[in-house]
Nanobody, 124 residues
Framework: QVQLLESGGGLVQAGASLRLSCAASGRTFSDYHMGWFRKVPGKEREFVATISWSGGTTKYADSVKGRCIISRDNAKNTVYLQMNSLKPEDTAVYYC?????WGNGVNPNEYDYWGQGTQVTVSS
């Protein structure tokens, strides 16, 4: 079992930055690929970014590419999502997830464990 706890969400104005953190506990953090997803009411959960267990491979959704950076610190059992130039359409609950295996990393069904989420609200 892996427990994931997100933090760092909040209410910001458009153009601001936020850094989300996801602290993992339980099994060995470096055994897992990690991802960030987001969800707004009435829509499907949306892929944001993913990072391989070593940090050597990352992928981003087109909607955040160039504005977000995913990173991880295996010594601290934490994955981060740095979000810059935030837009109102980035408003969502952001979830981190852990995957033992990896297909393309963008499908939420690939992930085995999920956090509770952190709300990000961007005002215009």
């Amino acid at each position: 079992q892996v427990q994931l706890l997100e933090s760092g969400g909040g209410l910001v104005q458009a153009g601001a930055s936020l850094r989300l953190s996801c602290a993992a506990s339980g099994r060995t953090f470096s055994d897992y690929h990690m991802g960030w997803f987001r969800k707004v009411p009435g829509k499907e959960r949306e892929f944001v970014a993913t990072i391989s267990w070593s940090g050597g491979t990352t992928k981003y959704a087109d909607s955040v590419k160039g504005r977000c950076i995913i990173s991880r610190d295996n010594a601290k059992n934490t994955v981060y999502l740095q979000m810059n130039s935030l837009k109102p359409e980035d408003t969502a609950v952001y979830y981190c997830a852990a995957a033992e295996g990896w297909g393309n990393g963008v499908n939420p069904n690939e992930y085995d464990y999920w956090g509770q989420g952190t709300q990000v609200t961007v005002s215009s």
